[in-house]
């Protein structure tokens, strides 16, 4: 961490109104000050550092040109925002982001009235800002819509189902096309060469109704911004007609790090636009940091750092990440199996496929911010015959639930299914936490699905997903380092739908379902210290259930508790329903499932999250201790 830069100029905005009052050269030296602030809040919380960067210029521009929050400055995903939350009153708080009672990574609406629609996940902003747009038309309290979209993003259907009802509806909307050829990974794609292309070919056609014109209608000191933007846009390239087509007038490509053009720009859009417009700008993610610069990818997202030098400080562990034992896992096995292949949404690196993808690239596919088709596509990888791996994080898999019922489930087809970041994810918060995904898949026929409670165990279930031939699977598992078990050198193929004793005990069952073990285990460790036994099972698949496990575990014990990192209607929910059904809980069994609570849970580390979500070793005591009707007396086993 460094001294805090010299910031004369951002010290005297405390909101986007200040900047009116500055000339554009004073703007200008206002956004090398912005980013010299985010550059030093961010070595001290740690986040999303490149994307940040990418859009200082842009930023200030924006601000200074409409009227926030009047006018609705809607930011893709959001993680891109750490310069507009400076800018819109939050700078004192600035160093508290991604952290327990801090600022969110992202936008979120409860936080600022500048933060007019919350995001985190990619592709809804264009959507969002026409759904402003049209309640300007109908007479509501709100201004121009501005969305801002990476070039990433635009490989989602959203953007363009958005882009095609815009067109059609011709509401005044201006969309900035963010393009730096980076979202967390390079973009691919068809869309991504054709923008590719736009930036490299020759501009041929003019700016057409936003330049045209527009100097007349500008206050005299902004004429000569306005027809340095003129010249500047003079001769849109012609491959804009894509945009154009679907009822867009597309200006650009111009540097998006020029922030005389921006102003100049947006000052004729803000003058002269009627319907949708397309800004296409061109922009370098880390843009004036030169570790962040030479390395997007690995200062998309940074923990703390060593601003001179860039180097980021990050705690070692001598257990294996989750992701890189799926990823060495499947490796293993595509050696032996060539039918094996991976799919993934623009999370090469985030899912593990990246070094599938050096080993395998034939065999690997990214198919873009575009969770719906990767979906489909390994339906019908799986209805050829292959062996597809789809991995998707949790919180993503849910935007294509749709086509997991319909083109997967519906159809009994073995799509392997390997969900990144189940359960809570720390600093991301509530946006990317894993809930949901054992209440959205386990309702579904025909489905295996696997939580392991290590490293080890995600190793088998790996192995075992394989073999799993006659319908769909999914592997749920957590973000960050293992637990530091003896790893096995060759997965072992699990028995389908059976879970395993871990401890045997009396009065008490704790029924564990996926990483939770553990706590599950010191839980039963302090019971012993009150005089109460308890057995501890891990039951590996929350479908099918292990109905003998269950049955023994119902009649031997007073108490059964199940514990999961998920949200209710999981794997408590299956449970609960085959107790019911069985009689075991007309027999006097005291049953309580323990789950993600129903709220979602703000960002904090970790460990803060669990406790908070009551799924701790304190939290099963007391809840087993209240089904006895005990307080914290030791009891006779």
């Known amino acids: 961490m460094s001294d805090r830069p010299h910031t004369p100029l951002l010290d005297r905005i405390d909101t986007p109104a200040d900047l009116k009052a500055l000339s554009d050269d004073e703007l200008s030296r206002l ?6 602030e985010t550059i030093s809040a961010v070595s001290e919380t740690g986040g999303h550092l490149g994307a940040s960067l990418g859009v200082v210029e842009m ?79 109908f007479g509501m309290e709100t201004g121009d819509a501005i969305a801002v979209i990476g070039d990433g993003a635009m490989s989602a259907g959203m953007a363009y189902e958005a882009l095609n009802n815009a067109g059609h509806l011709g509401k005044r909307l201006v969309v900035i096309l963010n393009d730096n050829e980076m979202s967390i990974a390079p973009p691919v ?19 057409r109704s936003l330049a045209k014109g527009a100097v007349s209608l500008l206050p005299p000191p902004f004429r000569e911004g ?37 102003l ?48 980021q400080f990050k705690a070692k562990s001598n257990a294996p990440a989750y992701t890189k034992v799926f990823a060495d896992s499947l490796i293993h096995h595509a050696e032996k199996d060539r039918r094996i292949c991976a799919v993934t949404a623009a999370m090469p690196s985030g899912t593990g496929l990246d070094v599938f993808g050096k080993r395998f690239p034939s065999r690997t596919f990214d198919v873009g911010i575009a969770e719906q088709h990767a979906v489909t596509f390994c339906g019908a990888l799986a209805a050829s015959g292959m062996k597809p791996f789809c991995a998707i994080y ?25 969900i990144d970041r189940a359960g809570l994810v720390g600093a991301d918060g509530a946006t990317h936490a894993g809930s949901f995904d054992l209440a959205y898949l386990g309702n579904l026929p025909g489905f295996t699905i696997m939580a392991p409670a290590d490293e080890a165990e995600l190793r088998h279930m790996v192995a075992t997903a394989v073999t799993i031939n006659d319908g769909p699977s999914a592997i ?4 960050g380092e293992g637990v530091g078990v003896e790893m096995p050198e060759e997965g072992e193929v699990l028995p389908i739908g059976k879970g395993r004793i871990i401890r045997e005990g009396g009065r008490v069952a704790i029924l564990s379902l996926g990483p939770r073990l553990a706590e599950a285990l010191k839980a039963a460790e302090d019971l012993e210290t009150r005089g109460l ?63 993600l609570p129903d709220r979602f849970i703000d960002q904090d580390s970790a460990s803060a999250m669990y406790e908070e979500a009551g799924l701790n070793a304190g939290n099963i005591v007391r809840t087993i201790m209240g089904a006895l009707g005990m307080s914290s007396i030791a009891a006779s086993s």
């Open 31 to 36: 956004a090398h000050e912005l980013r010299q």
């Open 59 to 137: 930023t200030v521009a924006i601000h200074a040109i409409f009227d926030t929050p009047r006018d609705k400055l809607v930011w893709d995903v959001g993680h891109q925002t750490y310069p507009h939350k400076i800018l819109t009153g939050r700078r004192d708080r600035i160093r508290t982001l991604r952290q327990g009672g801090g600022l969110s990574g992202f936008t979120k609406r409860s936080e600022s009235e500048y933060d007019p629609f919350g995001a985190a996940h990619s592709s809804t902003s264009i959507s969002a800002a026409l759904g402003f747009a049209a309640g300007r038309d």
């Open 189 to 207: 794609g068809a869309m991504s060469r054709y923008l590719s292309r736009l930036y490299a070919g020759k501009p041929l056609q003019d700016f």
């Open 226 to 262: 306005a027809e340095r933007a003129k010249h500047l846009v003079k001769g849109m390239v012609v491959g804009g007609t894509l945009f154009e087509e679907l009822g867009f007038s597309y200006a650009g490509p111009i540097d998006g790090h020029d922030i005389h053009a921006l």
């Open 264 to 311: 100049a720009v947006l000052r004729a859009v803000k003058a002269r636009a009627h319907g949708p417009v397309l800004l296409h700008t061109i922009t370098k993610k880390g843009k004036g940091y030169a570790p962040a610069e030479a390395s997007a990818d690995k200062y998309h997202g940074v923990s703390k750092f060593d601003v001179p030098s860039g180097k």
């Open 394 to 418: 949790s919180t993503f898999l849910q935007r294509a639930y749709d086509q997991v019922v319909h083109d997967i489930a519906l159809q009994n087809l073995p799509v392997r299914f390997a």
């Open 476 to 479: 749920r598992f957590p973000r």
């Open 533 to 595: 036994s308890a057995t501890v099972a891990d039951a590996r698949f929350a479908k099918p259930l292990d109905e003998d496990l269950l049955a023994r575990l119902a009649r031997d014990h007073e108490v059964l508790v199940t514990v999961e990192e998920g949200a209710i209607g999981g794997f408590g929910s299956h449970v609960a329903q085959r107790l019911l059904e069985g009689g075991f809980l007309d027999g006097g069994l005291k049953f309580r499932s323990l789950t």
